[in-house]
């Protein structure tokens, strides 16, 4: 399957139309940013990473049946997929207390939840992706109550596969962000992808960060962090 027209550039990929209308390419570039777009940057290698990254874990997702839109890895940094209508929500799954989720509420870095919490923020960078409630989402027709009953049960299936498996490979999952889309047929699939630029990852003996916490708040070793990642998850699958 060959690109055609690119149809939007974003922060982190490009994406292409093929010749097939409910296909798409998504290629992954090296390009980092944070704070919407503030700080920005590059890390090497990390396009490559991501890509392979979100691929296995969505395979393995699939294998548990959760649908994705994954189809086909084109290359290292090139994948097929479905094309779907985004819905504007960003799905956050958080296991441990982390980020502006410890700023907002005063709860310190680190502290285990009982049980997984779900957020959903606006997905419009010129608000800065805005906090909102189900409610919220439903009154501007973000989506439907059906769409959310749906979009919250896979986003805790995801999290307890995610979880489990990132175990295995060492690895804490402190918390991390999804998007859903609806494909041609009109069912909910997860889209986008699942990196170490969309997650939090800390070593589980020495809680050290593997992920883009590093870049945002230039810890160093950015680059080094995404590769033992990837080596992690490629020597355990
Ligand atoms: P951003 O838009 O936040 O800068 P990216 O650089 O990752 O993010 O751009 C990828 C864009 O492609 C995102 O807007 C994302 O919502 C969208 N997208 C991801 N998967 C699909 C898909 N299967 N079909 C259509 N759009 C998708
Ligand atoms: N996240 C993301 N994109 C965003 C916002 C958050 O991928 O636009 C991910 C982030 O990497 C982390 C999780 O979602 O794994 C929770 O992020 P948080 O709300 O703590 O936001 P932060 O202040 O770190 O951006």
């Given at each position: 399957m060959e690109k055609r027209e690119q149809l939007y550039e974003g922060k982190a990929k490009k994406v292409f139309k093929t010749d097939d209308p409910e296909l798409l390419i998504v290629s992954y570039?090296?390009?980092?940013?944070?704070?919407?777009?503030l700080k920005k940057g590059t890390i090497?290698?990390?396009?490559?990473?991501n890509n392979k990254m979100t691929n296995m874990l969505m395979q393995r997702l699939?294998?548990?049946?959760?649908?994705?839109?994954?189809?086909?890895?084109?290359?290292?940094r090139d994948t097929l997929v479905k094309k779907v209508t985004i819905i504007p929500l960003e799905v956050i799954v958080r296991n441990i207390?982390?980020?502006?989720?410890?700023?907002?509420?005063?709860?310190e870095e680190g502290v285990v939840?009982?049980?997984?919490?779900?957020?959903?923020?606006?997905?419009?960078?010129?608000?800065?992706?805005p906090l909102l409630n189900t409610y919220h989402a439903v009154a501007m027709k973000l989506a439907t109550p059906q769409d959310i009953e749906t979009i919250t049960k896979y986003a805790f299936a995801v999290n307890k596969q995610l979880k489990a498996f990132w175990r295995e490979?060492?690895?804490?999952?402190?918390?991390?962000k999804m998007e859903f889309g609806k494909v041609a047929d009109g069912s909910i699939v997860l889209a986008d992808e699942i990196s170490p630029d969309t997650s939090r990852l800390w070593d589980s003996s020495t809680g050290k960060k593997l992920d883009k916490d590093r870049f945002r708040r230039d810890l160093g070793g950015v680059?080094?962090?995404?590769?033992?990642?990837?080596?992690?998850?490629?020597?355990?699958i």
């Open positions: 570039k090296d390009d980092a940013t944070a704070f919407n777009g090497s290698g990390k396009g490559v990473i699939e294998q548990a049946g959760i649908p994705t839109h994954f189809v086909e890895e084109l290359s290292d207390a982390a980020g502006s989720f410890s700023q907002r509420y005063g709860v939840f009982d049980a997984p919490t779900i957020e959903f923020s606006y997905k419009n960078d010129e608000l800065g992706d490979c060492g690895v804490t999952l402190v918390d991390f680059e080094d962090a995404y590769t033992e990642i990837m080596r992690r998850l490629t020597q355990h």
